[in-house]
């Protein structure tokens, strides 16, 4: 649908690989951990995934970006991360 084609022309595919191996490999242990856990989750879970990207690209609107009080302040997000560091 609409939301599912939007996510994937806002970076490119090179620069969202080179993003995520970032994260992943030059955080702390514990960082790169939570976020290993939650992209398994997201991409074991395709309605989760829909979900979260539904509550982002909603409260994006048609700002280039989510303003950093309202992105701690997404209630899926949140309990996505709470849920991953939990385990």
């Known amino acids: 649908g609409h939301i599912s084609s939007v996510i994937f022309y806002l970076l490119p595919i090179g620069s969202m690989l080179t993003e995520c191996r970032a994260l ?23 309605d989760i995934q829909d979900k979260l990207r539904e509550e982002l690209i909603i409260a994006r609107g048609d700002k280039e970006n989510i303003p950093y009080d309202q992105l701690v302040s997404l209630p899926y997000l949140d309990a996505l991360c709470r849920e991953s560091l939990r385990l």
Do not use: D, P
Request: aromatic share 4%; hydrophobic share 50%; net charge positive.
């Open 24 to 46: 992943l490999f030059a955080a702390m242990e514990t960082t790169s951990g939570a976020l290993a856990r939650i992209l398994h989750k997201l991409a074991e879970r395709q």
